[in-house]
């Protein structure tokens, strides 16, 4: 039932990659387990959102850097501007 009075969001936009989201999940579970591993400290909070963060993002294919900025590297966007127009 998307697009429900209930979502408090609409659905994000993909704009990253397949190569780049399975570099995000496995840097983020990486993270993630760096962040468990710490003694509790304000570092293995940031490690740990960080972790979250890149894991967020694989999951749903939607970075919002990247949406700030204009560019997606997702091979199925032909509207947005390719990274490498930046310049």
């Known amino acids: 039932d998307s697009g429900s009075a209930s979502d408090p969001l609409p ?11 399975e570099l995000s999940l496995a840097a983020g579970v990486l993270l993630a387990a760096c962040a468990l591993c710490k003694p509790n400290s304000v570092n293995r909070l ?3 959102g960080l972790g979250a963060a890149l894991i967020y993002r694989a999951v749903t294919g939607h970075c919002p850097l990247y949406e700030s ?12 501007a390719p990274a490498d127009d930046l310049e």
């Open 11 to 21: 659905p994000a936009e993909v704009n990253v990659g397949k190569c780049e989201r």
């Open 69 to 80: 900025i204009g560019i997606s590297t997702d091979a199925d966007d032909a509207d947005a």
């Open 46 to 48: 940031i490690v740990g």
